[in-house]
């Protein structure tokens, strides 16, 4: 079945305790993203991967890094967290093509993170 | 630069009510349009994705329409039942640029009540 998935789905941690989010895609996707949402702002993205090895800044990277390494992977590390990274967070995958049939993105479950 | 509206933010109706949720977005340079459903602290579901060139398309009670000229797009949901009780989102792809960021509105909050 074609998927994204990201674990943990819900994670409940302490400030400046660093974490990892996985992100993990079966579509043989080129292009991999992050995004949080928060009530009242919706849905920011925060870095994005047009490829292996190519990351890019997304509206709201501070307090992030990530990388892609292999093509289905794309984890979100949070080095040092902060109760200002509570947040719901979504991966996302698509092809990466000039052609609009290619682009419609596909999403993981969503991890809830409460950071104290 | 892209921005997404829709309007109403909330909406209550009765069960059995055909609704009409929107959706404007300022700049027609878009490959597509997704229509999405969260349930509370839940998840995005995807419901219905028009491509530039599509004028709708029709999912079960679902139609959504694009009007890329005007910057619109409307999602018809007939015969509403409880169970549709959910936050829309509706979200732009830009046909710019090598992000594939979406844009997305904030939402509308929908309430049917039996």
């Known amino acids: 079945e074609a998927q994204v998935t990201q674990n943990p789905r819900y994670l409940i941690t302490v400030t400046g305790k660093k974490l990892t989010v996985t992100c993990s895609q079966n579509m043989n996707h080129e292009y991999m993203s992050w995004y949080r949402q928060d009530p009242g702002l919706g849905l920011r993205q925060i870095y994005y991967s047009m490829n292996v090895e190519v990351t890019d800044k997304g509206d709201v990277p501070e307090g992030y890094k990530v990388s892609r390494k292999e093509k289905r992977n794309f984890p979100l590390i949070l080095e040092s967290p902060s109760p200002n990274q509570t947040s719901l967070y979504f991966c996302a995958s698509s092809f990466f093509s000039g052609h609009s049939s290619y682009n419609e993105q596909f999403f993981g479950p969503g991890t809830r993170l409460t950071v104290l | 630069k892209q921005e997404v509206t829709q309007i109403p933010a909330a909406l209550s109706v009765p069960e059995g009510e055909n609704l009409v949720l929107n959706c404007s977005f300022t700049?027609?340079?878009?490959?597509?349009l997704q229509w999405f459903r969260q349930d509370p602290g839940k998840g995005l579901t995807s419901l219905l994705l028009?491509?530039?060139s599509q004028r709708e398309q029709t999912s079960g009670r679902l139609n959504a329409s694009l009007d890329k000229s005007s910057g619109r797009s409307t999602l018809y949901i007939a015969a509403s039942q409880p169970g549709d009780s959910a936050t829309y989102l509706c979200?732009?792809?830009?046909?710019?640029?090598?992000?594939?960021?979406?844009?997305w509105g904030l939402g509308t909050s929908l309430a049917v009540n039996p």
């Open positions: 979200a732009v792809l830009p046909n710019a640029g090598n992000n594939r960021k979406l844009i």
């Open positions: 700049d027609s340079a878009i490959y597509n």
């Open positions: 028009i491509q530039s």
